[in-house]
């Protein structure tokens, strides 16, 4: 699968014209970046600072995920987004987007402000250790004061030359390292494939996918969004040919701690760890049904740190369904679920259905059922077992059901997996929320 580079958004060499003439006119120091925060163009006018925070590894890593999490938060607004770095300057970020996919961004600013706002971003806690150093204290100090507005001009003005650079931002592509550059950072690392694309809705598509493609549905919370999206990438990568979906996996595997490491940095070293201890006993052949729950384990640990990071937020109706969602094996009660939110079930009933569009049992047996669907066709785990990890007492009771809602016995839904593996993705299933 061919890899498609930053150019089939931008042409890379009008848009570092375009920053260097900016920077010029402006004074303000500019870059652009992808996703994770690696330059993808050479900096342009950056500040004296800013270059000798640039020069420390760690520090440089602490600008790399400012640079990230500030291109992502344009990205949610649609707009430019003016925050504090973690060194207390002011940058604002432009982003550059694929559809719905953050793929990168052109990041500008390196200024203290007049009469700073109490209001504005601050994309990660500030880190004041490089005062203790003299040197950079005074080049700090020596940094270009402007007033918020001509940075919210600035952002504006470079927002309409960006937008005029791809009228057609809306197609699906990824953003790669030129490795011609290398700027103040050394040299990018070219090294990193795209993922197969997942569209939001509708068929499977060819075209490739930022790896940040779990930004979106974690940011909002959304975890059967996030499980759906991982199914759909994982059933292009099991159409590629068995030895390369190991490195696939691995590149999910990543996505999902870049995503980590921006919204909840507390969790990445257990989520590194889990990960390379999975790494270093995986097989070459992989199992499809393994390599999801193991991803979803994954996703989460994500949501967890989330929801610890918000220990005020009241339950509401979004974490119930993911509730449902990590506890597919669990027969829900709607007793169960109206105290989980402390609502009365009535009033459950009738917002689930008007939420989902669907009955509170119909999309919970569902949910157990599109598990059922997977695991009778990537695991040799016998029915009775396959019923018992899915919380049926009874495996007779549960042949019952799953040929109610798919038309075949979970035997003959295995054998016809096996015959044509593409055929399991489509299976009916009575309630598809």
């Given at each position: 699968m061919a890899e498609l580079h930053v150019s089939s958004l931008i042409d890379l060499d009008r848009l570092q014209r375009v920053q260097q003439r900016f920077a010029e006119a402006t004074d303000l120091g500019v870059i652009a970046v992808n996703?994770?925060?690696?330059?993808?163009?050479?900096?342009?006018?950056?500040?004296?600072?800013?270059?000798?925070?640039?020069?420390?590894?760690?520090?440089r890593q602490l600008c790399y995920g400012c640079d990230a999490h500030g291109g992502l938060q344009a990205a949610i607004r649609r707009r430019p987004h003016i925050y504090q770095c973690h060194a207390g300057l002011v940058d604002f970020s432009i982003p550059i987007t694929a559809g719905d996919l953050y793929v990168g961004a052109v990041l500008c600013g390196q200024v203290r402000i007049e009469r700073r706002s109490d209001s504005l971003d601050q994309v990660m806690a500030v880190d004041d250790s490089w005062q203790r150093d003299p040197e950079l204290r005074d080049l700090h100090d020596q940094t270009r004061l402007t007033s918020a507005r001509q940075v919210e001009?600035?952002?504006?003005?470079?927002?309409?030359?960006?937008?005029?650079?791809?009228?057609?931002?809306?197609?699906?592509?990824?953003?790669?390292?030129?490795?011609?550059?290398?700027?103040?950072?050394?040299?990018?690392?070219?090294?990193?494939?795209?993922?197969?694309?997942?569209?939001?809705?509708?068929?499977?598509?060819?075209?490739?996918?930022a790896p940040g493609v779990f930004w979106k549905e974690c940011e909002a919370e959304d975890m059967p969004a996030a499980f759906a999206c991982l199914s759909r990438i994982l059933d292009q990568i099991w159409e590629l040919a068995a030895p390369s979906r190991?490195?696939?996996?691995?590149?999910?595997?990543?996505?999902?701690?870049?995503?980590?490491?921006?919204?909840?940095?507390d969790i990445v070293k257990h989520l590194r760890y889990q990960?390379?201890?999975?790494?270093?006993?995986?097989?070459?052949?992989?199992?499809?049904?393994?390599?999801?729950?193991?991803?979803?384990?994954?996703?989460?640990?994500?949501?967890?740190?989330?929801?610890?990071?918000?220990?005020?937020?009241?339950r509401d109706f979004q974490d119930l369904l993911n509730?449902?969602?990590?506890?597919?094996?669990?027969a829900y009660s709607l007793?169960?679920?109206?105290?989980?939110?402390?609502?009365?079930?009535?009033?459950?009933?009738?917002?689930?259905?008007?939420?989902?569009?669907?009955?509170?049992?119909?999309?919970?047996?569902?949910?157990?059922?599109?598990?059922?669907?997977?695991?009778?066709?990537?695991?040799?785990?016998?029915?009775?077992?396959?019923?018992?990890?899915?919380?049926?007492?009874?495996a007779n009771y549960f042949a019952r059901v799953f040929k109610a809602e798919t038309g075949l016995s979970p035997s003959e839904f295995r054998r016809e997996s096996s015959l044509n593996p593409d055929w399991s993705r489509n299976a009916p299933v009575s309630c598809r929320n």
């Amino acid at each position: 699968m061919a890899e498609l580079h930053v150019s089939s958004l931008i042409d890379l060499d009008r848009l570092q014209r375009v920053q260097q003439r900016f920077a010029e006119a402006t004074d303000l120091g500019v870059i652009a970046v992808n996703s994770r925060g690696t330059p993808v163009t050479a900096a342009c006018r950056f500040s004296e600072f800013c270059q000798r925070m640039r020069a420390d590894p760690v520090r440089r890593q602490l600008c790399y995920g400012c640079d990230a999490h500030g291109g992502l938060q344009a990205a949610i607004r649609r707009r430019p987004h003016i925050y504090q770095c973690h060194a207390g300057l002011v940058d604002f970020s432009i982003p550059i987007t694929a559809g719905d996919l953050y793929v990168g961004a052109v990041l500008c600013g390196q200024v203290r402000i007049e009469r700073r706002s109490d209001s504005l971003d601050q994309v990660m806690a500030v880190d004041d250790s490089w005062q203790r150093d003299p040197e950079l204290r005074d080049l700090h100090d020596q940094t270009r004061l402007t007033s918020a507005r001509q940075v919210e001009a600035a952002a504006e003005t470079l927002w309409d030359v960006l937008t005029e650079l791809d009228p057609d931002s809306h197609r699906s592509t990824t953003i790669a390292v030129n490795p011609e550059w290398t700027g103040l950072d050394g040299p990018a690392d070219p090294a990193r494939r795209p993922l197969p694309a997942v569209p939001p809705a509708g068929p499977l598509s060819e075209e490739p996918v930022a790896p940040g493609v779990f930004w979106k549905e974690c940011e909002a919370e959304d975890m059967p969004a996030a499980f759906a999206c991982l199914s759909r990438i994982l059933d292009q990568i099991w159409e590629l040919a068995a030895p390369s979906r190991v490195a696939e996996v691995e590149r999910v595997e990543d996505a999902v701690a870049d995503v980590a490491r921006a919204l909840c940095p507390d969790i990445v070293k257990h989520l590194r760890y889990q990960t390379l201890k999975q790494r270093a006993r995986r097989a070459a052949n992989l199992n499809r049904y393994q390599v999801q729950t193991m991803v979803e384990s994954m996703l989460v640990l994500v949501f967890d740190g989330l929801r610890r990071s918000r220990p005020k937020r009241h339950r509401d109706f979004q974490d119930l369904l993911n509730e449902i969602e990590r506890r597919r094996a669990k027969a829900y009660s709607l007793t169960e679920a109206a105290t989980f939110l402390n609502i009365s079930p009535g009033h459950l009933s009738k917002k689930f259905k008007s939420v989902t569009g669907a009955s509170f049992m119909s999309y919970v047996m569902a949910r157990r059922m599109r598990r059922a669907h997977l695991m009778l066709a990537h695991t040799d785990l016998p029915v009775v077992k396959v019923a018992a990890e899915l919380g049926f007492h009874q495996a007779n009771y549960f042949a019952r059901v799953f040929k109610a809602e798919t038309g075949l016995s979970p035997s003959e839904f295995r054998r016809e997996s096996s015959l044509n593996p593409d055929w399991s993705r489509n299976a009916p299933v009575s309630c598809r929320n």
